[in-house]
């Protein structure tokens, strides 16, 4: 295996960096291209750049592996919760009965939101959407639970894990317990992370919530599911928010900004919308698949393709069995779960999606489960959210902690006007 490649520009040749990754994967080493050779690289949306070294989370886009820490996702989905999955991937090693535990009373010691901050969630608009909220308040924690000297950097900073993860859970429910006008659940000591959420969002003083364990099951499929997936839109945000060193709130709050994009974690919204409109429609797919294949027509087929996954993600697969899981034990029928799974059986065998390598993604059959158990439609992307949050905690930890991390600066490539000197007003037209 060779260690180096050789570039050669204006006769000159170089050699570079080759490297190796623990999967086989090889990268050319750039990080002294420009003071060696005066060059810079040009790679827009970073498609074939990589911007750290990882050992939290592997893609095989190809393959369509994931693993976490190096447990495929589909054994931590069987028999994992999200709790552990969140300690799994923040710490590097699935936790011991001791570990575990203390893990959850601190996640319970922290699962309440600061009561002055109810008058900010008060005071949003009821129509604000549930993802400019939680940015919003994320950033605003920081106000709330300032660093305390006393304590060392290392408590400081798992107590920051701790109140994010849980918080960002109560917050997620409060904001939608104040836009229906409804009294906030607090959380309760005895329910776990999912049915604490669940109970939190739809317990009401006049219909006490029933606990259902098969909801509370696929709300941990789901939200392991959504854990992590190495250097996406918004993890990315994190790693370059972080990288100025702000604190982590800051950080985290931008890549819920991120996140809420339909192109990335909006993208569960944007798939049952979709849905919805080819069921108003008349439920044929067939326009919508020609409008997709239309270069002229900016339409993308929503919950398909992936900038990785060149195969089936394979988050897709276990969500979509996740989804018959859900749909049967609450004995609903959803249309929209036939005209998806019709969706899919045509673009699988479409031409332009082949050639494309377009398949479904984690998005395509995730919001057909909220939509089941009750969520609302513009919480989706929240729900992404706090999946995600142990992902983008472990990322910025591990970029934190990196001797050679930097702040994250790009160049680029000028393609404006060259000098010239200035018009004054009455000399300009
Ligand atoms: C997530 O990165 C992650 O890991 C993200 C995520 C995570 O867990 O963090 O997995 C979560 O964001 C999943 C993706 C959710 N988004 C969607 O479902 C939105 C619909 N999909 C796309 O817009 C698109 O597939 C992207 C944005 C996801 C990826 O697109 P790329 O890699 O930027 O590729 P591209 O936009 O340059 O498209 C390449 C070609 C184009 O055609 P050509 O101009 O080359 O002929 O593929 C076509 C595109 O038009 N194409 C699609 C399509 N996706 C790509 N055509 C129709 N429908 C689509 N969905």
């Known amino acids: 295996m060779e260690k180096t490649a050789k570039l050669v520009v204006n006769g000159k040749s170089y050699e570079l960096p080759l490297v190796v990754g623990t999967e086989g994967e090889i990268a050319l080493d750039i990080s002294y291209l420009r003071s060696e050779t005066g060059l810079i690289t040009l790679d827009p949306g970073y498609a074939n750049t990589g911007s750290c070294k990882s050992c939290i989370t592997f893609m095989d886009g190809e393959k369509g592996i994931l693993r976490y820490r190096g447990y495929p996702v589909e054994q931590l989905a069987e028999y994992s919760s999200f709790r552990e999955t969140a300690y799994l991937l923040i710490n590097g090693e699935l936790p011991l009965e001791n570990e575990l535990n203390r893990f959850s009373v601190m ?125 996406n839109c918004s993890t990315a945000a994190v790693r370059l928010v972080g990288s100025a060193r702000v604190n982590l709130y800051a950080a985290i709050s931008a890549g819920i900004c991120a996140l809420w994009g339909p192109l990335h974690g909006g993208a569960n919204q944007s798939v049952v919308e979709m849905l919805q409109e080819i069921h108003d429609s008349g439920g044929n797919p067939a326009p919508f698949i020609a409008r997709a294949k239309d270069r002229d027509d900016p339409f993308r087929l929503m919950g398909f393709g992936h900038r990785v996954y060149k195969t089936y993600d394979p988050r897709a697969r276990i969500m979509e069995k996740t989804c018959n899981r859900v749909l049967k034990k609450l004995k609903i029928h959803d249309p929209l779960l036939d005209i998806a799974k019709r969706l899919e059986e045509v673009a699988v065998k479409d031409a332009y999606f082949i050639d494309h390598d377009l398949y479904p993604n984690v998005d395509f059959y995730s919001g057909i489960v909220l939509r089941a158990m009750g969520i609302p439609l513009n919480m989706f992307p929240v729900m992404f959210a706090i999946g995600r949050l142990p992902g983008w905690i472990s990322q910025w930890k591990e970029s934190m902690e990196d001797p050679k991390w930097k702040l994250h600066r790009p160049r680029q490539v000028y393609t404006g006007l060259q000098e010239r000197d200035y018009v004054p007003l009455n000399k300009r037209g």
């Not at 408590?155 to 993860?165: H, Y």
């Not at 259902?212 to 190495?230: C, P, T, Y």
């Open 107 to 231: 996640l319970n010691d922290h699962s309440l939101v600061h009561e002055d901050m109810h008058h900010f969630f008060q005071n949003f608009p009821r129509r604000a959407h549930p993802m400019g909220i939680l940015s919003s308040m994320v950033n605003a924690l920081r106000a709330f639970y300032p660093e305390i000297p006393e304590r060392s950097e290392e408590e400081e900073i798992n107590i920051t894990f701790t109140r994010l993860l849980s918080k960002v859970r109560t917050m997620a429910a409060m904001s939608y317990k104040i836009s229906r006008g409804h009294k906030i659940v607090y959380p309760r000591h005895d329910l776990s992370y999912c049915a604490n959420f669940l109970n939190m969002m739809f317990d009401s003083p006049v219909k006490p919530y029933v606990i259902d364990e098969d909801l509370v099951d696929a709300l941990n499929v789901f939200w392991i599911l959504h854990a992590d997936h190495e250097q």
